[in-house]
């Protein structure tokens, strides 16, 4: 690695090195690891054979190097193995689809959602089971986490200075999950995303934390897919006027009642865009003109959720339960799914 | 900026808050940008108080704007 | 760096202003703390003896004015909250009556506090007939007898300033006078003035208002009515406000020139151990303080560190830069700028956030007059979060001249 990249500090040891690192502005409040040379070294040889294939990242513009990539991994907690999934995710977030310069610099809270599939959650221990968008899991934990601190450093999105978010929310600490694929009745979502079976993916999109959908009293897909309709109909979500992606992370338990009674996950899709609406008369008169600034009307004496069904991504995770979540996204984005590179 | 970099003048009309933001983005994109800035909020005002915005951003725009061209 | 503050100042007299003032010069995001207003000692003057040059003299209020007035046009932040702790850190820490804020290094610039006794009902007399301010108080003694206490150079400025009011004025020297030849010479000839040498007050007198001191001297304890009293002892240093550095027994911050035995923390003016008490001795302090003060925050941020954890073993860290990139080529896609616009073609271009477009537009009414223009173009992003159509700003550039552009709220 070149020279610049190695940064010299005397005195410092790993006990202090938390309060140097919080000094210039590195990390994000947790303690890190020191991402020395040896640590990246190891880091990297996960990557061995794989290029990086990272534009620049806004808004610094900056490329990382291989080894900038490796530290932010090496900070956040990643083992090696770890890298092809960050990697994969960091790929997506350049895609200019998903618009990571306006993620970053808008007010609204989302963050980085990363959702994997495929035999790499087995490998690295990522969980799509009970508490999967909680604590707990070293992967789902590092993974996000290492993720963020690449926009954060290299594209030099700092809270305060370039991140603008009014609020923020705890899911631009770290938030990444797999599917809970062999709990659900549908196929992995990476294989209706047109991916193969048996292949691991990342799918990137910028979003808010969870919403919860509980519902412990229906029985039929009927009385779920209302509440479910009924949680997605929010007059407060950027999704019901910039539009843009959406998630419905079924509970497995909520999955398997909606399969029994029929429902796949297009026909959950289809009857969510005309179930999920909002009301024309829940949204202020001043709103309904910000929206029809936005180029939004109602159909009707209604507002649909988005621009159609194709933009609601459908999956299943987490444990046993009642619950499932609706996640809703900045809008100005799009969901993104790559491939996780394996090593030649 | 991308427009000042083709030769645009392309003053900026920036809000307080979103100052920091816009010389961040300057200084990565290496271009030093015109900038006049208003009060933040500008969203939610009333039409009073978007008059004074208008009135102290136009103060600022007008010798700016006559700066660039007699800078021809 | 992430702290609240480069450089966080605590106390605004002449040596922590001129230490902020320097320290903001060089660039750096300088806070200047006094519980107070600013000017320090300087507010209990009235003039200033041997300033800007020896046999000189200032008027005290301007200089503060000029002082203040340098320092916040360097880009100083004056705060008038009281700081009551310092962690060195690093980041140093301050504990503030309005909370708690970091900084990169710490000029440390209380000067000392106000003069004592030590002797039983003091306090009780305190704006009672004991003062420590001749400027300020010292109308209130007119043609009334007072005494000065003291021994410095400080104490000699004050006893000449109430000896312009007072009817007389005993300066009682514990020991024998550190004040310089000139000061000498001039109380010597100041007609209402008598100094007496070895002399220390032990008891007060007066209930609720003072109504005189007794005095031991070489020569025995003697009564002395006097109104007012003017004690310049006893003032003590911010010893205890900082973590981690000694003080000497007057509470004065021990350093080694402006730094003490914390790498972020440095120390100016009176508050500083050996500090010979005068505005020009301040000045220069706080000049070389405000140098060392950027010196800190240039040096590598971890050796800055490493300063302040000097007692840490071992060879240090070497890490890979996690903030490292290459700029992309910036080459890639540039268009040639558009042909022959002319200064009559100038556009509007909106972020259609809420009013951007409002604002805009009047903002633009106000140039068309101005220029007196046909008209305006207009282009807006559909809405504020998604990146410039690329066809737009192709568009834009190539057919204007200037475009006013609304991209932020």
């Known amino acids: 690695m070149s020279e610049a990249e190695v940064v010299e500090l005397p005195g410092v040891t790993e006990e202090s090195w938390h309060e140097v690192a919080w000094e210039r502005g590195w990390g994000d409040g947790l303690p890190t690891v020191p991402p020395t040379p040896e640590r990246v070294a190891a880091a990297l040889e996960a990557l061995d054979g794989i290029e990086l294939e990272l534009g620049p990242v806004p808004p610094s513009g900056l490329v990382p190097t291989r080894e900038s990539f490796a530290a932010n991994a090496v900070m956040a907690g990643c083992r090696p193995a770890d890298l092809p999934v960050v990697l994969a995710a960091v790929r997506a977030l350049l895609a200019p689809e998903y618009n990571l310069h306006g993620v970053l610099a808008t007010t609204h809270p989302c963050a980085p959602l990363v959702i994997v599939n495929g035999p790499v959650r087995t490998s690295l221990g990522i969980n799509g089971g009970t508490n999967c968008f909680g604590q707990g899991t070293r992967a789902n934990a590092v993974i996000g986490r290492a993720v963020q601190l690449v926009t954060t450093h290299v594209g030099g999105a700092r809270p305060g200075s370039m991140d603008r978010s009014t609020q923020g929310g705890p899911a631009k600490y770290t938030w990444c999950f797999g599917e809970n694929e062999e709990e659900s009745p549908f196929e992995p979502f990476s294989v209706r995303r047109g991916f193969a079976p048996g292949e691991s993916t990342v799918t990137v999109a910028a979003c808010e934390g969870p919403h919860n959908i509980n519902d412990h009293g229906s029985t039929t897909g009927e009385g779920l897919l209302m509440t479910i309709a009924g949680t997605m109909a929010q007059t407060g979500s950027n999704n019901l006027y910039v539009k843009g992606p959406h998630f419905l992370v079924l509970g497995p338990e909520h999955a398997a009642t909606l399969h029994r009674d029929g429902w796949t996950a297009e026909s959950l899709r289809e009857r969510l865009w005309e179930q999920a609406r909002v009301p024309v008369s829940k949204v202020s008169e001043e709103n309904q003109r910000q929206f029809e600034d936005w180029g939004v009307q109602p159909e009707g004496e209604l507002y649909p959720v988005s621009t159609g069904p194709d933009m609601l991504h459908i999956l299943v995770a987490g444990g046993a339960g009642k619950h499932s979540a609706w996640i809703p996204s900045f809008g100005a984005t799009a969901a993104v799914t790559r491939a996780v590179p394996e090593r030649p | 900026m991308e427009l000042e970099k083709r030769g645009v003048v392309a003053p900026l009309l920036v809000t307080s808050t979103f100052l920091p933001l816009v010389e961040a983005q300057a200084k990565a994109r290496r271009v030093t940008p015109r900038v006049i800035v208003v009060p933040h909020p500008v969203g939610g005002l009333n039409e009073q108080e978007l008059v004074e915005r208008i009135e102290a951003a136009a103060g600022a725009l007008l010798p700016l704007a006559d700066a660039a061209r007699e800078g021809q | ?409």
Not at chain 3, 74 to 97: K, N, Y
């Open chain 3, 1 to 409: 760096m992430s702290t609240d503050w480069d450089v966080a100042v605590v106390g605004a007299g002449v040596a922590g202003l001129t230490a902020a003032r320097e320290a903001a010069e060089a660039g750096l995001r300088v806070v200047a703390y006094d519980r107070m207003a600013p000017g320090g000692q300087l507010v209990n003057l009235t003039s200033v003896h041997d300033h800007p040059r020896p046999g000189e003299v200032a008027e005290s209020a301007g200089l503060v004015s000029r002082l203040v007035a340098e320092a916040e046009a360097a880009g100083v932040v004056m705060a008038f909250d009281e700081v009551t702790r310092v962690r060195p850190g690093p980041p140093a820490r301050l504990e503030t009556s309005e909370g708690a804020v970091t900084a990169g290094a710490v000029v440390v610039a209380t000067g000392l506090g106000a003069g004592r006794l030590g002797l039983p009902g003091e306090e009780q007399l305190v704006g009672r007939g004991i003062s420590t301010c001749a400027g300020c108080d010292g109308p209130l003694f007119r043609g009334r007898p007072v005494a000065v206490v003291g021994d410095d150079e400080w104490t000699a400025e004050e006893a000449l300033e109430l000896a312009e009011v007072a009817s007389a004025v005993t300066v009682l020297v514990p020991g024998e006078p550190r004040w310089n030849d000139d000061r000498a010479r001039r109380l010597a000839a100041a007609e209402r003035v008598e100094v007496l040498t070895g002399a220390s007050v032990t008891a007060l007198r007066g209930e609720g208002l003072l109504a005189g001191v007794v005095v031991a001297t070489p020569g025995g304890e003697r009564e002395l009515a006097v109104d007012g009293l003017f004690p310049y002892v006893g003032r003590r240093g911010p010893g205890g406000l900082v973590e981690e550095v000694p003080a000497d027994d007057a509470g004065r911050l021990r350093a080694d020139g402006e730094r003490t035995a914390a790498g972020t923390v440095l120390v100016a003016g009176d508050a500083r151990s050996g500090a010979v008490q005068s505005v020009t001795a301040a000045v220069d302090d706080g000049a070389a303080a405000g140098e060392a003060a950027v010196a800190v925050l240039r040096t590598a941020a971890g050796e800055a560190s490493a300063a302040g954890l000097r007692t840490a073993a071992g060879p240090g860290l070497r890490i890979v830069d996690p903030t490292y990139g290459v700029p992309a080529d910036e080459a890639e896609g540039a268009v040639a700028v558009g042909g022959g616009a002319d200064w009559t073609e100038v556009a509007l271009f909106s972020n259609s956030k809420p009013n951007a477009t409002e604002l805009l537009r009047g903002v633009g009414g106000r140039l068309q007059e101005h220029w007196a223009l046909p008209e305006l173009g207009f282009a807006s992003k559909p809405n504020a979060s998604a990146a410039a159509d690329k066809d737009v700003i192709d568009w834009l550039s190539q057919r204007y001249k200037m475009v006013l552009v609304a991209v932020g709220d």
